[in-house]
């Protein structure tokens, strides 16, 4: 589904597609880690700002990945993804909330983890339709098939992979020369699967579990943990950032996926949540808050309640957004604990407290 949006003119597209049946099946399979996310909810909070989203701004410097780092003036922002004309926001979703994870998990859970790479949504989108059984046609991908994707066949990064011939360095970060190149790897991938020297690596890196997020108290809860929430909804965001750099909701109009990373509270508007969205950064326009990664904007608390249990139509409710502990990332050749370790909680260690 595309649409032109009437703030910018610019033509985008979606590619959310809600599976109820499958969602249901994996909320059952995972409650136990949402019973432990519903105790980090009611946990003690500090409720202080958490603005994740620096913890990967600090890992790309490391790993000096600067085509994800966009200098504007006294600000480093983060860059976006650009999902081109694919309708794999799921697979761009996944990948930023990925990102986001396996840079806490080495700042602040102190494991023996190295950045060395972005995710390649490419890859996640693959195996998310593998787990929708629409693998073939490139229509979209629902919130649950994205995550059981990486729990099933893993993850992969913007590396190369000995044996393939594909350039998967050759990314779609915001302004890459190689989007055509990397548009045609998509639909390719998304029609005929991952190849399997791909697929052999991603193995290694899969997430273990997941917690269905239904209510603004787990996702503050999730978010002040560093765990990112995956948004999978219709819920709209049709206008210009204000001074705060936050959109307001808009309506019923994007079947999309995108990932909130961070939480802060405004004296003025209260408790607010960042989204990172996965189309050129020039979507919308407005101020930016600090160093507000690029093209993303942040959203009241009631406004992320809509997206978390959304009205799909008359007679659908949809409950599709998820976070996800236990990812697998890259293991260090030696023991990488930082002298500023922050200690954030998993689902499993939580719900043994």
């Known amino acids: ?102 840079a806490a998990d080495i700042v602040l859970r102190g494991q023996s983890e190295v950045f060395l790479s972005m995710p390649a949504p490419e890859v996640q989108y693959a195996f998310g339709l593998m787990v929708d059984g629409t693998l073939g046609h490139d229509d979209g991908c629902s919130g649950s098939g994205i995550v059981e994707g990486t729990e099933r066949y893993g993850s992969w990064y913007e590396q190369n992979v000995a044996g393939d011939n594909d350039q998967l360095t050759a990314g779609n970060w915001a302004g890459s020369p190689s989007i055509p190149t990397w548009y045609q790897r998509i639909e390719t991938f998304a029609t005929h699967g991952v190849p399997a020297a791909i697929a052999a690596a991603a193995s290694q890196h899969k997430s273990t579990s997941h917690a269905n997020v239904t209510t603004v108290e787990q996702a503050w809860a999730a978010i002040g943990s560093a765990y990112p929430v995956l948004l999978c909804s219709n819920i709209s965001y049709e206008g210009q950032r204000n001074e705060e750099g936050i959109i307001k909701a808009t309506g019923h109009a994007w079947p999309h996926c ?47 309640a809509k997206m978390l249990v959304c009205e799909w139509n008359l007679r659908t409710t949809v409950r599709d957004c998820w976070t996800s502990t236990g990812h697998a990332g890259f293991v260090a050749r030696s023991a990488f604990l930082p002298r500023w370790v922050k200690q954030a909680a998993p689902f499993e260690e939580a719900a043994a407290a």
């Open 1 to 102: 589904m595309s649409r032109a949006l009437p703030h910018s003119g610019r033509v985008v597209k979606f590619g959310y597609r809600p599976n109820h049946e499958h969602a249901g099946e994996l909320r059952i399979r995972m409650a136990r880690h949402e019973t432990a996310l519903r105790y980090l909810a009611t946990a003690a909070d500090d409720n202080a700002d958490r603005y994740n989203y620096r913890l990967l701004v600090a890992s790309l410097e490391a790993s000096k990945l600067t085509q994800w780092l966009v200098q504007d003036g006294g600000y480093t922002r983060l860059n976006s993804y650009d999902q081109n004309q694919s309708n794999a926001c799921t697979g761009h979703g996944r990948s930023m909330q990925i990102a986001v994870s396996d």
């Open 258 to 304: 995108m990932v909130a990373t961070s939480r802060r509270t405004s004296p003025k508007y209260g408790r607010l949540y960042l989204i990172h969205q996965s189309w050129q950064t020039d979507w919308t326009s407005g101020p930016y808050y600090l160093d507000q990664p690029a093209g993303s904007f942040w959203v009241a608390e009631t406004d992320l």
